[in-house]
């Protein structure tokens, strides 16, 4: 699920914040760019992802095979992904563990220059630092839904 507002046990500094930031940046023009292969690099090699439907990739390799059989919806668009509103929290037991939940927004533009704007998402990322590099460990992706109206 999606962190509640206002649980923020610590603020992580601006270096982290830009890293971060930066980290995804890097990821998101892999996967845009088709680079496949580069894309599952920045997961560990057990690095899962759960997709909204509820359809589990676990491994690069498994993750490889299944973005080379969605390359055909890609032909003819070019596909962007936007990430924003990044909430990041450091593992109090691990100092190399992140925990980020941000919202994400795909779009995709034809040749003609028309956009089309796909559904929006919120995601929970475990990143890890290894080697001194940032990767993601593990990915659940939550397709957003009207929230209930207050009673009373």
Partial sequence: MSQPVGTLRQQVTGDLYAEVQTFYAQQMRRVDGLDIEGFADTFTED??????????????EEMIAGMRSSLPRYQDIAVRHWFGHLIIEPDAADEDTLRVSYYTLVTQTDREGKVNFQPTFTVDDVLVRRDGRLLTRSRVIHRDTPAAPPVG
């Fill in 47 to 60: 690095g899962e992802v759960v997709h909204a439907g509820g359809h589990r990739q676990s491994g690069r």
